[in-house]
């Protein structure tokens, strides 16, 4: 079976600047996320510091722009201080969040200058769970003020003579969630994020500040949170965060490859909310959202069968937690919601893939063994590799698919940027039976065109993983015929195709 889709884009379109920081990416203290992931000295490819360079050439190869750290929930019951100094006089800690030991033999040190190896911007989150405005600050002139004062002569004494220069940072993580360490009401959490943020701007006005916004779309306090919280805070902040994960249903495969559509409704809704708020305060400051905690998640999985094994257990260091391993289904979601953010490039100011390593990541490891890409590598790379110039939301006529959770959906999902004479086109066919023939039509004449796809194997299902063992899913070169204005691709059932015109000149 064969549809037809058509893809029409304007490439003279006055579209958003591609927002780069949308390919940021996460690591929280939690699972083999860091240790017996990022770090494991005595692996064979540690260097100096314990960090493996087989997981650092992926992460390079990722593509990612920016890194959140050090949680998560794990952030709620952090101590900062703990994780500077000599490693050999860190205190062991419990790690509630995660019902872990934590053991700081990496902390802000490491991990800035592994990031920077990494080429990632450091994003860094205040524990406003179990403490407040002053550790905020602390943190803020340990890491950023030049020198001449305590703190900021104790991160020179560490090791640090520059500051690090922290310009992104995020108030707190999750507050309205009842699992959150410090758990709060709007209003609390919004006082608190307000007056943490107004000591922070005192002592470096140009930080860019995140306010926690809702842990997901269905939290039953959604959209009062953001409103009470952005009433606190609209001149103080620069972003509110979004978190979305999203899983499939036994029996709903439709439902779930729909997601982008999900993820495009809930942004929607917290767009309107900040601009609700800008006309009741008349604020006119300009405030994105930072989805800055999004993926595929089995959480089904995880309530019901891991977190009551973990949390009744004793506390491990660097326990094997949510190491989901993703198929091509979840790829080809993964792809969509990229698409999602891009379509959103207006609002959307930056996103964070969560996690990582090992931790529903893009990269897995084995202690003493290899690290390798997962399935949803691939979409994540091809696209923060290609998005460059500005977005265009391209015209697509396509076939259509019922789903159960998000009504009609279209089957081929699109977004475009343009820089220059390089037109790209990111698709993703949610349709499981079919292959479609697509007819990308551009307002002007193209030169060359290729295309990848990422799709089922030969041999393979929608369930094919890659594993330690074997790795099936990789793009694959799929053929693009040029004619005139057009290019011709067809995409296979389940599949994320990214297509590169060059136009003429
Ligand atoms: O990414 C895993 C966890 O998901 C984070 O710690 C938390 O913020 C979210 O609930």
Known sequence: ???????????????????????????????????????????????????????????????????????????????????VGPRDQRPVRLDAAWHSTETNQVGLHEFADWAQAAGLELMEAVNLGTRGVAEAADLLEYTNHPGGTALSERRRQNGRDEPFDIRLWCLGNEMDGPWQIGHKTADEYG????????????????????????????????GEWERTVLRHTAELVDHISVHAYYEETPGDPASFLASGVALGRYLDDVAAIIDEVRAETGSTREIGISVDEWNVWNQTRWNEVDKPRVFTGDWPVAPRLIEDDYTVTDAVVVGSLLITLLRHADRV????????????????????????????????????????????????????????????????????????????????????????????????????????????????????????????????????????????????PLSWARITLRAAR
């Open 349 to 492: 100011s930056m996103a964070n893939l969560a996690q990582l390593v090992n931790v529903i990541a893009p990269i897995r490891t084995e202690p003493g063994g290899p690290a390798w890409r997962q399935t949803t590598f691939f979409p994540f790379q091809l696209t923060a590799a290609a998005a460059h110039g500005t977005v265009v939301v391209p015209t697509v006529e396509s076939a259509s698919i019922e789903t159960a959770k998000h009504g009609v959906v279209a089957a081929v999902d699109a977004v475009a940027t343009v820089n220059g004479d390089e037109i790209v086109v990111f698709a993703a066919h949610r349709d499981l039976d079919a292959s479609t023939e697509v007819v990308i039509d551009l307002d002007r004449e193209i030169a060359a065109a290729d295309a990848l796809v990422v799709t089922v194997p030969a041999g393979g299902d929608r369930h094919t993983v890659n594993s330690a063992q074997a790795q099936p899913v990789a793009p694959a070169s799929l053929a693009a015929v040029v004619d005139g204005t057009r290019v011709r691709v067809t995409l296979p």
């Open 1 to 83: 079976m064969t549809s037809a889709t058509r893809i029409a884009v304007a490439t003279n379109a006055d579209g958003p600047a591609v927002p780069r920081r949308v390919f940021g990416t996460f690591v929280e203290h939690m699972g083999r996320c860091v240790y017996d992931g990022i770090r494991e000295s005595a692996h064979p490819s540690a260097d100096a510091n314990g960090f493996r360079a087989d997981v650092l050439e992926l992460v390079r190869e990722l593509g990612a722009t920016v890194v959140r750290y050090p949680g998560g929930n794990f952030v709620s019951g952090y101590r900062w201080e703990d994780g």
């Open 191 to 222: 006082r608190l994020a307000a007056e943490s943020a107004r000591l922070m701007r005192f002592i470096d006005p140009d930080i860019e500040l995140v306010a926690a916004g809702s842990s997901n779309h269905e939290m039953p306090t959604f």
